[in-house]
């Protein structure tokens, strides 16, 4: 489905699990992140509807996960010449074949969850080009995009900021917009950073937001955003500390936490293999940080 954002960003979605946008330049055009595996014949189409016979040049990678990076390799087969943008510990990490393995896993069993088929590609074509971080620009002509280090979620996450436009494409460290005033948070590296990712991108004053997974969020809103994503963190923090402190292991916390916080939607959009092993490290993530001290 395409909806146009403003004159140079489409939503170019190709289906379940991400929402994807394509920025548009004078001189270049940039996705954000690509989707699934199974969605990226329909995101092409998408994309060529917008650039005719235009070329994609770059996709600026939030982050390596299986729902963000998984359309990477349709991608260049349509356009050999894309340049894949991201931050350097994600460039390590999809230079692992481990990781590559669980993405394709990942990837496949979303494709199975929705009914759909993953296609088959070359693992060495889900890479990351070349590193950008914080700061960085990318020029598309009359668009300027700003890199943001927000590390938390993980340690390779990046939003991305239109200065000119007050536009922030937040990343998942600062939470995902469920529905009206709940946003739900994922910090599976560090809650500290997570928390101060939150802060820096608050100090950006951004007119809009586009939340992952989401899309844009309303302009009254975009103050509020910030304290629904802190609530978040600290409700989840609240609730793994008193578990912990109560005696109860990382098994029966698991299954807690699960019950609580896997909303109807989220088992609807997330297979529970990719749900259980984000829920394990945010739980290993707070009894680090909080409860071994």
Known sequence: MLELMNNHITRVTGGDGGEIYLIAGREGAALIDSGMAFCAENLIQNIKHVLGEGNLDFVLLSHTHYDHSGGIPLLRKEWPELVVLGESHGKRILEKQSAVTAIKALSAQAADMFG?????????DLRIDECIKDGDIIDLGNIQIEVIATPGHTKCSLAFFLRNESILFASETTGIMAEYGEVTTGFLTSYKDSLESIKKCRKLQAKYIVSPHYGPILEE?????????????????????????????????????????????????????????????????????????
């Open 116 to 124: 759909k088929t993953m296609p088959e590609f070359d693992d060495k």
């Open 221 to 293: 809103d975009a103050k509020l955003y910030w304290d629904w994503a802190v609530r978040s963190m600290e409700a989840s923090k609240s609730f793994i500390m008193k578990l912990y402190k109560d005696g109860y292991d990382e098994a029966d916390i698991l299954k807690r936490y699960t019950k609580k916080f896997r909303s109807e939607l989220q088992q609807k959009q997330q297979p529970y293999e990719a749900f259980e092993l984000n829920a394990t490290k945010t739980i290993e993530v707070i009894i680090k940080e909080f409860c071994q001290i």
